[in-house]
T-cell receptor, first 118, second 114 residues
Framework: GAVVSQHPSRVICKSGTSVKIECRSLDFQATTMFWYRQFPKQSLMLMATSNEGSKATYEQGVEKDKFLINHASLTLSTLTVTSAHPEDSSFYIC??????????????FGEGSWLTVV | AQTVTQSQPEMSVQEAETVTLSCTYDTSESNYYLFWYKQPPSRQMILVIRQEAYKQQNATENRFSVNFQKAAKSFSLKISDSQLGDTAMYFCAFIPNTGNQFYFGTGTSLTVIP
C-alpha cells in the first residue's frame, strides 16, 4: 500500500529555536498534503493544507508565520515550527493525497512526529 | 457546516465479545465518504473501514462492519470477536466529494478487557 514517511518521529528542541518536520510520499505523487496537530486524548486538528507549488492554506487561528509550510515537490512537504515555545509541544501528523487516483480512498497518514520544546 | 459527532468518549468490551461504536454526522453534501480510523498507542492512524455514501450496502472488513444509515446520517462501527489488539482510539471521519479535507469526530477510546 501507499506509504507516507514522516521524519523525525521524535524531536526535542530548545525554546526559541526552529525545528523542521518532513512529510514524504514514498510511492505516489501528492499535490495536496495536510498537517494536523493532536493534543493528548483529543482528535486531530487540521492546521493547514499544503499545495504543491503554491502557498499553504491555513485554518483559522493557526499562525502562518509560526508554522511555515513548504511543498516544493510532489513528494515532500515540510512544516517548520519557528521560535518554538513549550506550548508548541505536541504530536504533529501529516497526510497526503494520491493525486493519481480518484477522491475518497487515496489519503494516507504519516507516522506522526512528537515535538517537545524545552 | 460539516460536523462529525462521536457521543461515546470511552467504551470497554470483554475479549471475544462484540461492541458497537456510534457516529453521526451532518452535511448538506449528497456524495461523500465515511471512514473509521484506529489510533493505537503508537499514534499511527490506521484505516479500519471505508464507506462510499452512494453505496447502500454496508462495508465489511473481516471482524469490522458498519451500519450506514444515510437518511439518519449515522455510521456506526461494529467490532466482532474483540481482540486485545483492538484497544485504541477510534475516530469517525468524513470527506465530502467536493471537499478537500477530513472532518474528524472527537474519538472513542476503546479498551478490550482480557
Amino acid at each position: 500500500g501507499a506509504v507516507v514517511s514522516q521524519h523525525p518521529s521524535r524531536v526535542i528542541c530548545k525554546s526559541g529555536t526552529s525545528v523542521k518536520i518532513e512529510c514524504r510520499s514514498l510511492d505516489f505523487q501528492a499535490t495536496t498534503m495536510f498537517w494536523y496537530r493532536q493534543f493528548p486524548k483529543q482528535s486531530l486538528m487540521l492546521m493547514a493544507t499544503s499545495n504543491e507549488g503554491s502557498k499553504a492554506t491555513y485554518e483559522q487561528g493557526v499562525e502562518k508565520d509560526k508554522f511555515l509550510i513548504n511543498h516544493a515537490s510532489l513528494t515532500l512537504s515540510t512544516l517548520t515550527v519557528t521560535s518554538a515555545h513549550p506550548e508548541d509541544s505536541s504530536f504533529y501528523i501529516c497526510s497526503a493525497r494520491d493525486s493519481g487516483q480518484g477522491w475518497g480512498n487515496t489519503i494516507y497518514f504519516g507516522e506522526g512526529s512528537w515535538l517537545t520544546v524545552v | 457546516a460539516q460536523t462529525v459527532t462521536q457521543s461515546q468518549p470511552e467504551m470497554s468490551v470483554q475479549e471475544a465479545e462484540t461492541v458497537t461504536l456510534s457516529c453521526t454526522y451532518d452535511t448538506s453534501e449528497s456524495n461523500y465518504y465515511l471512514f473509521w480510523y484506529k489510533q493505537p498507542p503508537s499514534r499511527q492512524m490506521i484505516l479500519v473501514i471505508r464507506q462510499e455514501a452512494y453505496k447502500q450496502q454496508n462495508a465489511t472488513e473481516n471482524r469490522f462492519s458498519v451500519n450506514f444509515q444515510k437518511a439518519a446520517k449515522s455510521f456506526s462501527l461494529k467490532i466482532s470477536d474483540s481482540q486485545l489488539g483492538d484497544t485504541a482510539m477510534y475516530f469517525c471521519a468524513f470527506i465530502p466529494n467536493t471537499g478537500n479535507q477530513f472532518y474528524f469526530g472527537t474519538g472513542t477510546s476503546l479498551t478490550v478487557i482480557p
